[in-house]
Structure formats: structure tokens, C-alpha cells
């Protein structure tokens, strides 16, 4: 649980330096914006891989609560919808326009789901601190109006909900091979 743990800490601090806008500010002026873009890029890729190898050899832990079983069967329509919502967010689409931050709320629901199908101590640290990473970070964004402005282009949302679409169902096709939980029956 510690490799886990310190995963979460590097790359969701990392995530969270520009909720401090004046910490962001610091820091870009000392390093150099360019410098401090690869300091937060390799962190944060330090972070992920790091979550990945701990959840991988953490032990499952207690069982905290019951898995919910309407988050199982919600499963492959909410991760669609999480996975159009990560495509839409760097791209110029009527969804990211009228949601403002499809990115966090992407994650905010593959945490939501993941946490309530898991119920399990490693599971609950995993996807709860994504949760909270979300909550922080969505009052942070939305205070801030970080939400750019911009034209969307109808193209860009058949581009985010094709690619999205896509690529959750090749996620939901090898989860079980990748993760050990199968999210379909036809997975293999």
C-alpha cells in the first residue's frame, strides 16, 4: 500500500499545485515555465506508474461496505460516458463547452463507479482519493473560471464521442486480462 500511496500523493499533488494559482505562479516564475511543464509532466508520470505497480501488489485489504450492485451493472454506460468526457476535454466540442470541465467529471465518475463496485481498502484508497481529487479540484476550476473560451466544432464532438466510445470498449474488452475484474461478460 505504500508504492500506492506515494503514487497518489505525486501525481494528484502534482495535479493539485494549480488549484494554489500563486504556488503555480511561484513556481513557474523560479524554474521557467518550460521547466516547470517537464518537472510536472515527470512527476506526475512517476505518480501514475507508481499507482499502478502498488494497486498491482497492494493486498485487497478489509472489505469496507458491500459492493453496490447497480454500479456493476451502470458499468459499461457510465464508463462510455466517462471515456466520451476524457476525449471531449482537449478538443473544441459543444460538450466541453456546456460541461466546462468534461475532464474532471470523466474521472469523477470512473472514480464514483469503480469505488462503489470495489468496497475493498485498496480500492477505496485508489478511487476515493481520485473522488477527492475531483471535488477539490472542480470548486478550485469552477472559482477560478479556468474554462476557457472558445468556438466549438460539431466534428470535434463525432471525433470525442467515436474515439471515446472506442476506447472504452477495448478497455471494458481487456479489463479482466489487465486488471483481474472482468467489467463484461464478452471480455475476455
Known amino acids: 500500500m505504500v508504492l ?13 499545485v494549480p ?22 509532466s515527470a512527476t506526475a508520470g512517476i505518480g501514475l506508474v507508481l499507482i499502478a505497480a502498488g494497486y498491482a ?16 451493472r451502470l458499468a459499461p454506460f457510465a464508463m462510455s460516458v466517462s471515456f466520451i468526457l476524457l476525449a471531449a476535454a482537449n ?5 466541453r463547452r456546456a460541461l ?22 485498496k480500492g477505496c484508497v485508489l478511487f476515493g482519493a481520485f473522488l477527492a481529487y475531483v471535488a477539490i479540484d472542480l470548486v478550485s476550476a469552477t472559482v477560478r473560471a479556468s474554462a476557457k473560451s472558445f468556438e466549438p466544432l460539431a466534428k470535434h464532438d463525432v471525433i470525442a464521442v467515436a474515439g471515446g466510445g472506442l476506447a472504452a470498449l477495448v478497455v471494458m474488452a481487456f479489463h479482466r486480462a489487465l486488471i ?3 467489467a463484461v461478460p464478452w471480455g475476455l
Do not use: C, N
Open 19 to 40: 488549484v494554489f494559482p500563486s504556488l503555480r505562479a511561484a513556481l513557474a516564475r523560479r524554474w521557467g515555465e518550460d521547466r516547470y511543464k517537464i518537472y510536472f
Open 180 to 182: 483481474g475484474v472482468p
Open 4 to 16: 500506492l500511496t506515494l503514487g497518489l500523493a505525486a501525481f494528484l499533488g502534482t495535479h493539485l
Open 100 to 121: 466546462r470541465h468534461p475532464m474532471l467529471l470523466g474521472v469523477g465518475i470512473w472514480a464514483a463507479l469503480h469505488l462503489l463496485a470495489s468496497g475493498h481498502m
Open 91 to 95: 478538443m473544441r466540442t459543444h460538450i
Open 57 to 72: 501488489l497492494a493486498p485487497r485489504g478489509a472489505q469496507l461496505f458491500d459492493p453496490v450492485a447497480a454500479a456493476t
